[in-house]
């Protein structure tokens, strides 16, 4: 079996999983500690929050359509979470999702004047292919999307 066969189908079971259990994949990842290998599977859905038991049962879905298949080649551990209040901002479409939300940003040189950083606030919206991130001083900054690195939301406390 070649080196990323198994990972290609571990996708695909991980899919199917996601769609049984009315969540969306956002996430496969592996790792390998020494001879252990961690199977990390990120669930999402757009209509609610991600609970324990949307968790639990992809997580024995997986558990058994892995083991019946034989997916994985070695031994591993199966974790499967949401991604979390601080979730990672991936796309075009995630920064549209969440506007009105605090995140941060860092971001490739804009221009002279601008060179690259990392700014925090509020996202005010997306144009095309332009975040615009609203600081709490300060000016709004555009963003082209192509010049962020990472993005992430921002966990606030109720005031």
Excluded at 1 to 23: C, H, I, P, Y
Excluded at 37 to 46: E, I
Aim: with cysteine; net charge negative.
């Amino acid at each position: 079996m070649a080196g990323t066969d198994w990972k290609e189908r571990l996708k695909g079971f991980a899919l199917q999983a996601s769609a049984r259990n009315s969540v969306e994949l956002y996430d496969v990842e592996t790792t390998q500690s020494g001879r252990r290998w961690t199977v990390r599977v990120t669930l999402d859905s757009q209509e609610r929050e991600i609970s324990i038991a949307d968790c639990e049962a992809v997580s024995r879905d997986l558990s058994a359509a892995f083991d019946l298949e034989d997916v994985i080649p070695h031994a591993y551990t199966l974790e499967v979470s949401s991604p979390g209040l601080e979730r990672k901002l991936r796309s075009l479409k995630e920064f549209e999702r969440f506007t009105g939300r605090k995140a941060n940003v860092v971001y490739d040189t804009l221009s002279e004047e601008i060179p690259h950083g990392f700014i925090e606030g509020e996202i005010a919206g997306v144009s095309g292919e332009t975040v615009t991130i609203k600081p709490e001083k300060g000016f709004p900054l555009e963003i082209p999307y192509g010049k962020i690195k990472r993005a992430r939301l921002v966990f606030e406390f109720s005031k």
